[in-house]
Structure formats: structure tokens, C-alpha cells
């Protein structure tokens, strides 16, 4: 079973429709006055979080004091961390503050980006006559991808994301002299919580922990305008650290046909259009969950539109040469093929599951069509489907339900005409 990040309090539901709207696997449903996470179906986009009015959805990371179990601590930091502080406040700034959090050593993911813009260029060219292929960049894309587009997953580039890159060139730069070494992720983003404990794409993650940037923004701005000394610590330029933002990995690329697209309902629209031979003009689609880019990410306080520019003033600043010597190609590869989860399949018995989608579509023909989500799903489809699976009952739906009480009372009156003769006296 995939494991979520995504989570729900339930002292604090209660039981709106909201979430269970804007989801956009429909991974969500409302049963006895609380909403319930189908986790097969989960992304971890983060979206039933930000719609969520009573804050009952949280992203769930590792405390920062998982670090104590290590002799030598490591951050990797996501490039939407820059987006924390002005411009003019340094990147060797943030990083160095990073450092008297208790880390041992930083190593920028914004490095490992610039690695996979060099890859993905090789890649197009080595693919011209194919494509168009999908970034690998966000892990709620690639399991988008994996759970309601399976006819794309050969047009995912199958290049490991900068976050695992840059965890196996730490771990490696640190040696085996230091002890027991760990490596965390500075986060924005749910869905990598849950990518290093599902990695689908490759044997076992080098990530040991995933910390939001909003667990250690607050003392990391105080430490920015403290008295600290600032150590050198940045290499990446801003090809790297404009990957933080929406059209940042397509604009790195030496490759004309790029497009940008962020937001989950943008990109299903995009992949449905892709999905039926709509979309051939592109060779490159850069696809990122959040609003914005992961500057949007549920792990991050900063408005992501003011963080958005900042990390662009940032690439501005900084340049655009990309690193020279990047290792090869193989380095950064998927090992393993990455699966369909296609949650459609309602039985892996097909005779069986033939059956049952008669029966679902028998019993949505049955509902009103109107989709208003007081059975507690999202849709009177998914609420036949849940039906069919043994999750909600036909009698859920007030229209229904009010249906068969309308013709319990009729029956019922009917019943009074033809009664006994004594029973029809009042005593």
C-alpha cells in the first residue's frame, strides 16, 4: 500500500465537501461526518490541504531531531529554500544557516538540478525523433502519471529526481570516515516524504529524512540576521536554483518545444489532451503539481508568487553556467521500470471485474447525476464504484433515499385501505 504524507486530523473535520471535490483522483470520501484518504489513490499533491477551511489535512515530515540519530548530518536543501529571504541576502547566507541548525555539511539540490538539465539535454537529443517526454522532476506527476495516465509512462524521462541525485553525491563526497552519515532533505513538497519510502523507479532511497522548510523557516531567518559568520557554501548557478519555480527546468534547457505547466487541474487537462494524440508540437513538458512551482509547495510559508520572484531575481544574479564535468548518463538513470497503479481496475479477475462494471454502470444510471457530493464522494460515478466495492451503500444518496421513503409511505397507505376490519377501528 502506498504510504501517504498527506494526513488527516479528525478532531478538526468537519465533514465539508471541499476536499473531496478538488481532489483529483478522487482519493477522498466523507463517511460518518469525516473525511477518509483512500491511499492507493493519494498523490500527495497537497491540493485537499490548501482548499481544506478547518486545516484538518497535514503534510507530515520528519521532526528535525531525527538528525540526532546520526554522527554526520548532511542537508540537501530544495531550491525553492532560497525563495525564504531577499535576494540580496546571499544563498551562502541561508546554507550557512542551515549549518548551525546542527548540520555537518550542505549540499545544494539546486547542484544535482544542473546535473539532469545537462542529462535531459543529451537525452532529447539522443531521442529527436521521439517524444514529446515528460519531466520526472515532481513526484506527484510522476505518480499522477502512474495512477490515472498509465499510457504515458514511457514518456516520463526515467532519470531519477534532483533530490535523490544530489542525497548519492553527499553520501559519497562525505566518505566512510565520519560514522553513521544521514542525509535529509529540506523540503517544500509532501510528495517527497512519501518518494523516498515508495520508490517505485529504484531500489531503495539514499534520503533519510525529509524536513519541511516550514518546520525551520522561523529559526532559520533568525539565524539569517544574526551575527553568524557566512561561510562559502554555494556552487550552483541559477540554473540550478531556478528549478524552485514553474518553468525553470524547461527554460535550463538548450531545446526549442518547451512548455510549462503547474497546477494539478492545468495538468490533467494537458495530460488528457496528450493522452489523445492532441499534443505532438512540444518535445519537452515541464509538469509541477504545486502552484508556482515547489515554491507553491504545502511544506512552505512564503507566498509563492513572491517567492517565485525572488528565486527568479536570484537566477538573474547568479548566471546560467551549468555545471562542467556531470559523471554519465547511466549515473542517473531509473533501475527499475516504473508500474501502472491504475486504481480504474475494479478486479484483477477480469470475467469478475466485467461484472461489476455492469453493475456500476446499472447503478449510476439509477443515481441523479448531479454530483452534489452528499453521499460523500466526489461523483455519482465514483459513488457507484464505491458501491460496487463494498464501501458505501445504494440508500447513501438522499435522492435515492428519499426516493424509497416516497414509495415506503405509499406503500404504506395503501396498506391501511386493505386492513382487517377490526384492526382498521381505533380502540
Not at 18 to 27: D, G, L, S
Not at 126 to 137: A, L, Q, R, T, V
Request: with cysteine; proline share 4%; aromatic share 6%.
Amino acid at each position: 500500500m502506498y504510504e501517504q504524507s498527506v494526513q488527516l486530523i479528525k478532531e478538526k473535520c468537519i465533514g465539508c465537501t471541499n476536499c473531496i471535490k478538488r481532489c483529483p483522483t478522487e482519493a477522498i470520501r466523507v463517511q460518518n461526518g469525516k473525511a477518509l484518504i483512500i491511499s492507493d489513490r493519494c498523490l500527495d499533491c497537497g491540493e485537499c490541504i490548501r482548499v481544506c477551511q478547518s486545516n484538518a489535512k497535514i503534510a507530515i515530515s520528519d521532526p528535525i531531531s531525527i538528525t540526532d540519530s546520526y554522527d554526520y548530518k548532511i542537508a540537501i536543501p530544495a531550491p525553492s529554500l532560497y525563495g525564504i529571504a531577499d535576494s540580496h541576502v546571499s544563498t551562502d547566507r541561508i546554507l550557512t544557516g542551515l549549518k548551525h541548525l546542527g548540520f555537518d555539511d550542505v549540499f545544494e539540490v539546486a547542484s544535482a538540478a544542473e546535473i539532469i538539465t545537462k542529462r535531459t539535454n543529451e537525452f532529447l537529443e539522443m531521442n529527436e525523433k521521439d517524444g514529446p517526454f515528460i519531466s520526472s522532476s515532481c513526484p506527484a506527476v510522476v505518480r499522477l502519471v502512474q495512477v490515472r495516465f498509465p499510457s504515458l509512462i514511457d514518456q516520463i524521462i526515467p532519470f531519477i529526481s534532483p533530490m535523490e541525485l544530489a542525497a548519492r553525491i553527499a553520501r559519497k563526497r562525505a566518505g566512510d570516515d565520519k560514522g553513521k552519515v544521514g542525509v535529509f532533505f529540506i523540503s517544500p513538497c509532501a510528495a517527497k516524504f512519501s518518494e523516498i519510502r515508495n520508490p517505485h523507479h529504484f531500489e531503495e532511497s539514499q534520503v533519510d529524512g525529509v524536513i519541511g522548510i516550514k518546520d525551520i523557516q522561523v529559526l532559520l531567518q533568525r539565524l539569517i540576521k544574526s551575527d553568524m559568520e557566512t561561510e562559502k557554501l554555494a556552487v550552483a548557478s541559477g540554473v540550478g536554483v531556478g528549478w524552485g519555480r514553474i518553468d525553470g527546468e524547461a527554460r535550463a534547457l538548450a531545446s526549442d518545444g518547451v512548455i510549462s505547466v503547474d497546477g494539478i487541474s492545468n495538468i490533467i487537462s494537458l495530460l488528457e489532451e496528450l493522452e489523445n494524440g492532441k499534443i505532438d508540437q512540444f518535445r519537452f513538458i515541464e509538469l509541477m503539481a504545486c502552484p508556482g512551482g515547489c515554491v507553491g509547495g504545502p511544506m512552505t510559508l512564503v507566498n509563492p508568487y513572491v517567492a517565485k520572484s525572488i528565486i527568479q531575481d536570484r537566477w538573474d544574479e547568479t548566471g546560467s553556467e551549468v555545471c562542467g564535468d556531470c559523471g554519465t548518463l547511466n549515473d542517473i538513470r531509473w533501475t527499475e521500470e516504473l508500474p501502472s497503479c491504475n486504481f480504474m481496475k475494479l478486479d484483477d479477475n477480469y470475467e469478475k471485474a466485467m461484472q461489476m462494471l455492469q453493475r456500476l454502470e446499472l447503478i449510476e444510471k439509477s443515481l441523479p447525476g448531479i454530483d452534489c457530493g452528499s453521499c460523500g464522494a466526489p461523483s455519482c460515478h465514483a459513488f457507484a464504484e464505491d458501491i460496487v466495492r463494498g464501501r458505501a451503500v445504494i440508500t447513501s444518496c438522499i435522492f435515492v433515499l428519499r426516493k424509497k421513503i416516497r414509495q415506503l409511505t405509499d406503500e404504506m397507505i395503501k396498506l391501511e385501505d386493505v386492513l382487517p376490519y377490526r384492526l382498521d377501528k381505533d380502540e
